[in-house]
Every structure is written in C-alpha cells, then in structure tokens.
C-alpha cells in the first residue's frame, strides 16, 4: 500500500514536470532527435566538396615540392656530375615546352588575322626559325627511338654526342661555349675556298670596273684588313647576275657555302640551291624587320645570337663590338634586292674573316 502511494506521488509529479510548458517538451523533442542523428558535428567538418579537394591538392603538392627538394639535395651532395645533367635536362625540357606554346601562339595569330612570315616582328620571326630547327633535331632522334628497346641506345648516344643530338636548351653552359666555337671552325674551314673561288672568278667578269673592285677586296681580305661597306656594296652588279647570282653558282661553291652557313653540303645541287636560296631569304627578311625595330632595343644575348647566325663567332667579341659589327651587316643587307642575296650569302664571309677580335 506504501509503495502504490509513492509510485502515485512520482507519476504526479513527473506529469507535473512535463505539463509546465512546452519549452520543456521541446528540450525532449530535441534529445530525442540528436540520439537517433547521432550527435552535432564539428563546425570543421561542414566543409564543401571543393573546399575539400583544394585542401588535399595543397597538401600533396607541398608534400611532393619537400620530396623533390630532398632529392635534389642528395643528387647534389652525393653525384654532383650527374645533378648538373639532370637538371640542365630538366631545365631544357621546360624551355622547350615554353618555345612550343609560344610558337603554337604565333601560329595561331597568323593563321587567324592571315598574317605571312616576313610581316612578323623580328622576335617572333627569329623564334619561329630556330623553333624550327630545333624540331627537325628533335624529330631525328625521335625516329631513330622507334624500334623496340632502342630509346636506351638513344639515352647513351645523347649522353655520348650531346652536340650533334642535342639542341641548345640541353646544354650547359660551358657546352654552349665549347660547341659554338666548334662550328665556327667547321664553318671557318669553307672560307679559303670561298675566297679562293671569288679570286679564280675576276676573269670572267665583263666590267673593268668590278674587276678592280673584286681584286681589291680580296687583296684587303687577305692582307687581314676589314673591308668596308662601300667596298662590297660596289660589287652588287656581280652577285645579281653571271659568274656570281644565286643560279649560276657551282656545286662545290655552293658546299662551301652551305657548310659557312652551318647547313649540311650531302645534298645534290637543286637541294643545295634551293636550301641556300631560302636560307639567305630568311636571313634578310630578319634583317628588314630587325633594322625596323632597331638593333638598341636587343638585348646582349639577342645581339650575340643574331651576328652568330650572320657570320661572327660572337661568343668572345663584346658587346659593343657586337652591336657595330651588326650594323654594318644591316646595312649592307637592307641595300639589297631580291636578284642580289647571293651577295647577302657571300657576305657571311666577307665581312666576318678579318673582323676585329674574331680571333683569339
């Protein structure tokens, strides 16, 4: 009977409890619903999907940067010959992959306002060229790495003949250096023959006058004298037509001068002139847009690169001598005519031999 009663007594007052308000029954409602959800989350976790991917990218990408920083700490300490490798390849790679975007947008520009080569700017011209030319290296060496297991063979001929396989961007600079003295002597080694040649054929030129002329070039030339730009320009007459215009020119003139020029002289004569005939073409179509933009807005690197291609060993001329030596080529090249580039193609001779400093 005791128990009954206190059993009444908390059932009334629970009750009690319960009808005092609905603010109450709400705290139960509450209870009620976080025990069967589970409980309230962390404000962290109410993080968005992309929030979430972005957070993992940053993660991984400083994890790997740390990675690869510890690696090339322990190729430099450990095999320092093969670091300077590694890194002048990669560093190459990257270069590459930049020429490539960028001549895939001046392409575009092109094919998109329809604009022709020669109506390019000096630099994007000059860029479009050895693009070019370092495409065709690339896509040798990507040929002979076609058969099955040949790529190993291919690494170690890079790694064994790094200036014939290789383009620029792969080099080091003491390769630089080295290499681009190497070809000025295999293309210094044509000049005698040229000069040669120009001597044998002052009795086949009708005018007097321009045999005078060509006899006193060569005579300056050979004395190591520096000829002076009216003293070539004098002798437009003679490269426009027979014995010297760009038709008339023999196959061993034009070996030779393939090889001044750095193109390869294994081809039959209709290649060599054709090759030659658009080289020079490309040549002076630079110099027009170059004296457009004015050889002051180059810099060192862009003038030592441009009287490189024309002729100079530039690599141990300074600067200055540089920009000078430039401008008297511009101006020969400017004053000539379509029907007078085998004197532009000669040039590449006469006005590097005996420059000052050229030699060492």
């Known amino acids: 009977m005791a128990l009954s009663r206190v059993c009444w007594a908390r059932t009334a007052l629970w009750g009690a409890a319960v009808t005092r308000g609905p603010h109450v029954a709400r705290r139960l409602q509450l209870v009620r619903s976080g025990l069967a959800w589970g409980g309230p989350r962390s404000s962290k976790l109410h993080l968005s ?3 979430d991917v972005k957070s993992l990218i940053s993660y991984v990408v400083t994890k790997t940067k ?10 430099g300490r450990h095999f320092p010959r093969f670091y300077i490798l590694y890194t002048t390849f990669m560093k190459g790679l990257q270069m590459l992959w930049a020429d490539a975007k960028k001549a895939r947008r001046i392409k575009r520009n092109m094919w998109k306002h329809n604009i022709k080569f020669h109506q390019l700017s000096y630099r994007e011209m000059e860029h479009l060229r050895q693009f070019r030319r370092d495409v065709t290296k690339c896509l040798f060496l990507g040929i002979i790495s076609i058969p099955p297991f040949a790529n190993y063979l291919v ?3 890079m ?8 383009i620029r961007h792969f080099w080091t600079p003491k390769q630089q250096i080295d290499f681009l003295d190497i070809y000025h002597t295999l293309r210094k080694q044509s000049h005698p023959e040229i000069l040669c040649y ?11 006058g321009l045999r005078w002329h060509m006899t006193e070039l060569c005579t300056k030339i050979q004395r190591g004298t520096h000829p ?3 003293d070539i320009l004098s002798l437009r007459e003679c490269f426009s037509n027979h014995p010297l215009g760009m038709k008339q020119l023999r196959a061993f003139q034009m070996k030779a001068l393939s090889r001044a020029m750095l193109l390869t002289p294994y081809l039959p004569s209709l290649l060599l002139r054709h090759r030659l005939k658009t080289h020079t073409t490309v040549i002076h179509q630079l110099d027009k847009a170059l004296a457009k933009l004015g050889i002051a807005q180059l810099t060192a690197q862009e003038v030592k690169s441009a009287c490189y291609l024309r002729g100079l060993n530039s690599t141990h001329v300074a600067e200055e001598r540089c920009r000078t030596w430039l401008g008297e080529w511009l101006q020969i090249s400017c004053s000539l005519k379509e029907a007078e580039l085998s004197l532009l193609l000669h040039n590449v001779v006469l006005l590097s031999t005996t420059y000052i400093e050229t030699r060492r």
């Open 49 to 51: 999907p992309k929030a």
């Open 66 to 75: 740390a990675i690869n920083g510890k690696y090339h700490r322990f190729l």
């Open 155 to 157: 690494f170690l001929l």
């Open 159 to 166: 790694y064994l003949f790094p200036r014939q396989l290789l």
């Open 198 to 208: 120009l001597e044998k054929i002052i009795p086949l030129i009708s005018d007097a």
């Open 228 to 230: 002076a730009i009216h």
